[in-house]
């Protein structure tokens, strides 16, 4: 039987998609990786993660309490967030892993093009948030930045890194993506 | 490989220990952290560590006085200064102590990435032990800025004449001449070479956005501006301002960008408060400014700030000569990163290479020989390896648009007609692929 792993929506309003993206998402990671995937809404408190100054939320605080709360029933844990996400010395990040872990968090605050001041783009929206979620998880199975630019465990910095990457892992990365 | 790369963080506080050694185990470094000076002085030796990012703020000891010792022990050790805001001008002083560069918390995920890709750079150059010529060069990021020729050595003279001063530089030349590595080459060789520089192609964006690319917007200064965004001109504060393609900005941009220059403050857009900058400008453009300034296309006191020291960059087939020294190069450096065995080009290859009449200049032979490497399967490149157009035209004219058109519509092919893909084959951003398939009417078959 297959290990189980668990989709967490925390304030992810699906307010830059349509309905059908929590669909597509949980389609996408079950062809992708090997588990048996289920669905919850977060219980999670945001005031633990705010920061007033920064207006933003703690990822690594946010994965803490994903995994106290969920660890035990399921081997992997992916957290949604509409947030903003940082961690204390970066002005921002477009999520977060353990490295050969459990648990990984992305957040969609800025993959859409609006935050750029751009026109609204439902299909590149989509397109970084699959991107970005392949990549969060690839770093739960130990995986660390590929040098291949097409790969999407290539590093990416800023919002046209990850345009430029394809939203799949290369040959060598993907050998990793097992249970 | 990464993990040859040892990094030593060094911060009293745990949070940007742990944060930024996970950040960095990411990319597959080897990482250590301390959060005491003492401990790290009493088990340094040379070479122990590449890298070492240090607090300048310490509680039993600064990061000024912590670099100065290590410095003392191990003076390749490169040492990245991390500092708040308010203390930017304790590190700028840490970069005359031997401090290879500082961050200010928090730091762009951008700016640490460029950081330690460049600090990466300069450890395995010194591990190279080349020349010392050859590594200023690098430093400098000639990069592939490369010629013997008369007029490259004449562009080469200008950019170490106008490199240190502060004027405003004007570089003309037709596309794939390399005029944004000219630049780069000019920031870096500049006392501004600690601030970034930023460029911005005026003609690959709507003049809408182009507005607030360039100046930034408040929140709310139209429909979709949730955020308030910085411009470009804001973050090339303190660095170098580097617009491309001025040759096409409108009318209204015109004036905007004259009042800048003249001023040196803005607003944002839908904004009343008023930006102060600082910056150095270099402008480049491949079309005729004079014949448009005479038209009224231009204005001429725009022309005028703008055109203040000109570089004139030679097109490809104005300087032969180069031609076999870039395209044996290309060949070192593409065996470098594809590790492959050096291969060496044909003679009938290199005859070919030197009689065509090159449109899209040096990167159009850049490309030619990246292709030629990974078709050909022999040690020597030969003529079949070398894209048709080139291989078929031997010396034949062809316009610009004519083999701008063709190589776009190859490339959107092999691509699928994966716009992100093609632009970033053809090293143009998406919306200059956008313009362009436009202009040329193309649609996916
Ligand atoms: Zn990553
Ligand atoms: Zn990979």
Same mark, same amino acid.
């Given at each position: ?179 | ?52 990012? &240090?607090? *300048? ?5 600064? @990061?000024? $006085? +912590?670099?100065? #010792? ?98 405003? &530089?004007? *570089? ?5 001449? @390399?005029? $944004? +590595?000219?630049? #780069? ?113 231009? #204005? ?146």
């Amino acid at each position: 039987m297959k290990q189980k792993a668990v989709l967490i929506l925390f304030s992810f309003t699906n307010s830059y998609t349509n309905s059908s993206t929590t669909n597509n998402i949980l389609d996408l990671l079950s062809r992708t990786f090997p588990f048996e995937w289920e669905i919850v809404d977060a219980d999670f408190n945001s005031k633990d993660f705010y920061s007033h100054p920064r207006k933003q939320y703690h990822s690594t605080k946010i994965l803490e309490q994903a995994l106290e709360k969920y660890s035990d029933n399921f081997e992997k844990i992916l957290v949604l967030t509409d947030y903003d996400l940082f961690v204390p010395v970066l002005t921002f990040v477009f999520g977060e892993a353990q490295l050969k872990g459990k648990a990984a968090i992305v957040s969609t605050f800025r993959l859409h093009q609006e935050f750029y001041g751009l026109l609204y783009n439902e299909k590149l929206f989509f397109e970084r948030l699959q991107k970005e979620i392949l990549h969060e998880l690839g770093h739960t199975f130990g995986l660390i930045h590929c040098k291949d630019w097409f790969c999407v465990m290539h590093a990416s910095a800023n919002i046209d890194e990850i345009d430029m990457k394809s939203d799949h892992f290369c040959n060598i990365c993907g050998k990793f993506i097992v249970d | 490989m990464n993990s040859e790369t040892r990094i030593l963080i060094v911060d009293d506080e745990l949070v940007v220990r742990e944060s930024l050694k996970h950040w960095f185990e990411e990319d597959g470094y080897n990482v250590e952290v301390s959060e005491d000076a003492f401990n790290v002085l009493q088990i340094l030796q040379p070479d122990k560590w590449d890298i070492m990012l &240090v607090d *300048i703020k310490m509680p039993k000891m600064s @990061g000024l $006085e +912590l670099l100065e #010792r290590v410095k003392a022990i191990d003076p390749e050790c490169i040492v990245v200064i991390i500092t708040a805001y308010a203390s930017v001008p304790t590190a700028v002083e840490a970069l005359k102590n031997g401090a290879f560069d500082y961050v200010t918390k928090p730091i762009d995920p951008e700016e640490l990435s460029h950081l330690i890709a460049k600090a990466v750079k300069h450890k395995n150059l010194k591990n190279e032990n080349i020349s010392l010529k050859a590594r200023i060069e690098e430093m400098i990021n000639l990069g592939d800025l490369v010629g013997e020729s008369l007029e490259m050595k004449k562009v080469f003279e200008l950019i170490h004449i106008v490199a240190p001063q502060d004027t405003t &530089v004007m *570089i003309r030349g037709e596309s794939g001449t @390399g005029k $944004e +590595l000219i630049a #780069r080459a000019i920031h870096l060789n500049s006392p501004r070479k600690y601030y970034p520089i930023i460029a911005v192609n005026c003609g690959a964006l709507a003049e809408s956005i182009l507005e607030s690319e360039l100046f930034g917007h408040e929140k709310g200064a139209f429909t979709g501006a949730q955020y308030k965004r910085k411009g470009k001109i804001e973050m090339a504060d303190g660095g170098t301002l580097f617009l491309d393609e001025v040759g096409t900005l409108s009318p209204k941009m015109q004036v905007d960008l004259l009042r800048v220059i003249e001023s040196k403050q803005f607003n944002r857009v839908g904004g009343n408060d008023v930006v102060k900058v600082n910056f150095r400008l270099i402008s480049a453009t491949n079309e005729p400014l004079e014949k448009l300034v005479e038209n009224g296309k231009f #204005r001429e006191d725009l022309y005028y700030r703008l055109n203040v020291f000109a570089i004139n960059v030679p097109a490809l087939r104005e300087r032969r000569t180069d031609i076999p020294i870039l395209a044996n190069f290309f060949v070192n450096k593409f065996s470098r990163l594809m590790n492959k065995p050096n291969k060496s080009i044909s003679k009938d290859a290199m005859e070919v290479l030197n009689n065509y009449n090159w449109p899209g200049n040096v990167r159009e032979l850049e490309n030619a020989i990246e292709r030629a490497m990974v078709v050909g399967t022999l040690p020597e490149i030969q003529v079949e390896n070398l894209p048709f157009r080139i291989e078929n035209t031997k010396g034949m004219l062809d316009s610009l648009e004519d083999s701008e058109r063709l190589h776009i519509k190859k490339i959107l092919e092999k691509y699928d007609w994966n716009v992100t893909r093609a632009a970033a084959a053809l090293e143009i951003d998406r919306v200059t692929l956008y313009n362009k398939m436009r202009k040329y009417d193309f649609r996916k078959e």
